[in-house]
């Protein structure tokens, strides 16, 4: 046994009496079980001396957790086992309660933590205020939480949530990931791209480090792939207490999904029961909208109140945590994929579920990697009719024909790892010494094709050299927290002097939407956009808002008065502010150009290439652009400023809803292409018509 593990034994012992003078207090109605299982709560661990009334309000509650009933038999397991797979219905107590259960079983040393990954962001910080408060700490304090551009931790953090991305980043400047003893992978099921690619670093590292233990948790019941993987792990089963839930379908298939989400709400608000309504939207545009059509249908059909609430990743903490509030009226939450398994929300008895869900897609052909809408799978359709019947027995609304869920779904979404595009993670990969991904430990590898593109795309980049090493480029790219491409263009803005520039273009890529455009104000804000719009296109005008906010000293009512989202402004700066503190670290210069010289603009244009190189379209005809490499016949999304049509423009993002949309576009020249990116547009692997375009300004150009 190693020596850690000695000191934590003894620890326990000394330990012992203490805590059971505590239990006793603590849990007046706690069964023999749990008094056996907090036994071992570590000593070093912050005791009070009293706890407040909200802290033994919750405790109650959580004992009823299914989980607990399990309290003693998985602190055996993990104790007896380097790995331990669990599943558990949503809403059993997972994330919330192992952390804790792994805490009181005292398996982590004084200065180590307990890392419990999330694929999202707002579950991530939703679950660490919740369970600080369960442990009745201060949020930031004991408990913490890491996602990419914030982190809220402490010294003293020995339990932390932190999005898998963000363990992924931690491993590569602590390839053994010293800092934590044990490490929960939760919500395993979502098999999102870097929860994939650490079950791999996991794995490996598990072999030279005897004292890490590792706990995969899921909501669905694909545990036997992780046991399997995990070569022979056990497997302890948190029985669900699902009420029972009766599903309804459509007759005939419904034309538009928003208006029948709204109008399935009403109905439901009219004629049920009492009970939360729960309604599956796909974006943040939709679920603001329609929970905003709800509230007028409910005040223009004069019926009884009813609270609706959007949920979705970027929305701020304050506002994602009304939905845990209880209300007098009904609740509606409108929400993202996010409700599906990563946050419970109680007393939910509705669910309307329109069937679909943005999706990452990948062609490696193209290069593309696009978020669509797309149809659910019936995994997913299970799971969110699940969340109809944790309190009472509920109904679960699907907007589609009994026959669609049987014939057009398929059984199981599809691991990230096989719909997206490598770049990002097999430079990560990479700078972690990983040079033979083909053998790589991956769970489902991705297709070869897939990663002879990223290696492609890295080497386009500058950041693999003709031999696939890494060059210093890449070296420092990979530190960034971005996609390569954005990576690259600011390591090129330094020698073009214009590192301050794109500093502020990438923070304002990175950040929320800044633009805001209140329903009943939509002309007034669009108008007031335009004071902003730069002749060149959309990235510049991303840069005169920002200087407007920093010459306007920040201020939230100069913000309302101009349409901006004040908030997602002063994340934009303090990204930028993390993005310039890489960029000195290595030593590249925060610089600007002469604002009235002609290469001002020029400069930063070029950098925007050197990244996005990849996203550019060439005009067709009238207002037609088609994108290179891929040809697809796209338009200018209508939030553009850019009102020309230049030969050739640069696009940050290709959106598909009832148009082929491009969004943040701007004006570039062909030449530029060719001087930042020539091994790319040389290559003979394209097709036919962005072939002869090439070729055609190749010659012209010369
Ligand atoms: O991870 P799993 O879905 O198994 O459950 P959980 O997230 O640990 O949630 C267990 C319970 O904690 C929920 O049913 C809620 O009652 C409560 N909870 C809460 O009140 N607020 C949160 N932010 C998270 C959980
Ligand atoms: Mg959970």
């Given at each position: 046994?190693?020596?850690?593990?000695?000191?934590?034994?003894?620890?326990?012992?000394?330990?012992?009496?203490?805590?059971?003078?505590?239990?006793?207090?603590?849990?007046?109605?706690?069964?023999?079980?749990?008094?056996?299982?907090?036994?071992?709560?570590?000593?070093?661990?912050?005791?009070?001396?009293?706890?407040?009334?909200?802290?033994?309000?919750?405790?109650?509650?959580?004992?009823?957790?299914?989980?607990?009933?399990?309290?003693?038999?998985?602190?055996?397991?993990?104790?007896?086992?380097?790995?331990?797979?669990?599943?558990?219905?949503?809403?059993?107590?997972?994330?919330?309660?192992?952390?804790?259960?792994?805490?009181?079983?005292?398996?982590?040393?004084?200065?180590?933590?307990?890392?419990?990954?999330?694929?999202?962001?707002?579950?991530?910080?939703?679950v660490a205020k919740r369970v600080s408060e369960?442990?009745?700490?201060?949020?930031?304090?004991?408990?913490?939480?890491?996602?990419?551009?914030?982190?809220?931790?402490?010294?003293?953090?020995?339990?932390?949530?932190?999005?898998?991305?963000?363990?992924?980043?931690?491993?590569?400047?602590?390839p053994t990931l010293s800092r934590y003893d044990v490490i929960i992978l939760d919500e395993a099921h979502e098999r999102t791209l870097s929860t994939d690619i650490l079950f791999g670093l996991i794995k490996d590292i598990l072999k030279r480090r005897k004292d890490l233990k590792l706990i995969v948790m899921s909501a669905t019941l694909e545990a036997g792939k992780f046991q399997k993987y995990f070569e022979g792990a056990p497997l302890i089963k948190v029985p669900g207490r699902l009420h029972p839930v009766e599903i309804f379908y459509t007759e005939k298939a419904e034309r538009d999904y928003l208006e029948a989400a709204i109008r399935t709400v009403v109905e439901i608000h009219k004629h049920e029961d009492e009970g939360d309504i729960l309604v599956f939207l796909t974006g943040e545009e939709e679920i603001e909208d329609t929970c905003a059509k709800i509230q007028r249908e409910v005040r223009e059909g004069r019926l009884a109140p009813l609270k609706c609430l959007p949920l979705y990743s970027t929305l701020p903490i304050y506002q994602q945590s009304k939905i845990f509030d209880s209300v007098k009226e009904r609740k509606c939450i409108v929400s993202t994929n996010i409700a599906e398994t990563s946050?419970?929300?109680?007393?939910?008895?509705?669910?309307?579920?329109?069937?679909?869900?943005?999706?990452?897609?990948?062609?490696?052909?193209?290069?593309?990697?696009?978020?669509l809408v797309a149809p659910i799978s019936k995994a997913s359709a299970n799971q969110r009719a699940g969340r109809a019947g944790r309190t009472r027995p509920g109904k679960c609304f699907r907007l589609y024909t009994e026959k669609a869920f049987q014939e057009d779904l398929i059984q199981q979404t599809y691991p990230e790892i096989l719909r997206s595009n490598l770049a990002s993670v097999v430079l990560q990969l990479l700078k972690l010494g990983v040079t033979d991904l083909v053998h790589f430990d991956f769970m489902d590898p991705p297709v070869p094709d897939t990663?002879?593109?990223?290696?492609?795309?890295?080497?386009?980049?500058?950041?693999?050299?003709?031999?696939?090493?890494?060059?210093?480029?890449?070296?420092?790219?990979?530190?960034?927290?971005?996609?390569?491409?954005?990576?690259?263009?600011?390591?090129?803005?330094?020698?073009?002097?214009?590192?301050?520039?794109?500093?502020?273009?990438?923070?304002?890529?990175?950040?929320?939407?800044?633009?805001?455009?209140?329903?009943?104000?939509?002309?007034?804000?669009?108008?007031?956009?335009?004071?902003?719009?730069?002749?060149?296109?959309?990235?510049?005008?991303?840069?005169n808002v920002y200087h407007a906010f920093k010459k306007n000293g920040e201020d939230p009512t100069w913000c309302y008065e101009n349409f901006l989202n004040h908030r997602a402004l002063k994340q934009a700066d303090s990204v930028r502010s993390q993005l310039a503190r890489i960029l000195t670290r290595f030593k590249l210069q925060l610089v600007s150009g002469d604002v009235n010289s002609r290469q001002y603009y020029q400069n930063i244009k070029k950098c925007l290439v050197a990244g996005f190189f990849m996203q550019v379209a060439k005009l067709e005809k009238k207002n037609i652009y088609f994108t290179l490499g891929d040809e697809q016949q796209v338009i200018f999304h209508p939030?553009?400023?850019?009102?020309?049509?230049?030969?050739?423009?640069?696009?940050?993002?290709?959106?598909?809803?009832?148009?082929?949309?491009?969004?943040?576009?701007?004006?570039?020249?062909?030449?530029?292409?060719?001087?930042?990116?020539?091994?790319?547009?040389?290559?003979?692997?394209?097709?036919?018509?962005?072939?002869?375009?090439?070729?055609?300004?190749?010659?012209?150009?010369?």
């Open positions: 046994m190693s020596k850690r593990k000695n000191d934590s034994g003894d620890t326990n012992k000394k330990a012992m009496k203490k805590q059971e003078l505590e239990t006793t207090e603590i849990s007046t109605n706690s069964s023999t079980t749990d008094n056996k299982a907090n036994l071992n709560i570590n000593d070093w661990i912050p005791k009070k001396e009293t706890y407040s009334k909200r802290y033994y309000e919750i405790l109650e509650k959580r004992k009823e957790l299914p989980v607990w009933k399990q309290k003693e038999d998985f602190i055996n397991m993990v104790k007896k086992n380097q790995v331990v797979v669990l599943v558990g219905e949503t809403g059993s107590g997972k994330t919330t309660q192992i952390p804790q259960f792994v805490v009181d079983a005292g398996l982590i040393s004084p200065g180590k933590m307990v890392g419990v990954t999330q694929p999202r962001r707002v579950a991530a910080i939703s369960e442990m009745d700490f201060e949020l930031g304090q004991e408990v913490g939480y890491s996602i990419r551009f914030e982190e809220l931790s402490s010294p003293k953090t020995f339990m932390k949530y932190l999005t898998d991305g963000m363990l992924l980043r931690e491993s590569m400047g602590d946050l419970t929300i109680d007393g939910i008895v509705y669910v309307v579920d329109p069937g679909f869900s943005k999706q990452k897609t990948y062609n490696p052909r193209s290069r593309v990697e696009s978020l990663l002879i593109r990223a290696l492609e795309v890295l080497h386009f980049l500058g950041a693999l050299d003709d031999e696939g090493q890494l060059t210093k480029v890449g070296t420092i790219m990979a530190e960034f927290p971005l996609d390569p491409q954005l990576s690259k263009m600011l390591i090129e803005s330094s020698e073009r002097s214009c590192s301050n520039e794109i500093l502020t273009i990438s923070a304002m890529l990175s950040a929320p939407n800044v633009f805001m455009r209140p329903k009943d104000n939509r002309l007034e804000a669009d108008a007031s956009k335009k004071n902003f719009d730069h002749f060149d296109g959309d990235h510049l005008t991303l840069l939030s553009t400023g850019l009102t020309r049509k230049p030969e050739w423009v640069i696009y940050n993002e290709f959106v598909l809803t009832s148009e082929n949309y491009i969004r943040t576009v701007t004006d570039i020249k062909f030449e530029w292409l060719s001087e930042v990116a020539p091994g790319y547009i040389k290559q003979k692997s394209f097709p036919k018509k962005t072939k002869e375009a090439i070729q055609r300004n190749l010659k012209y150009t010369k």
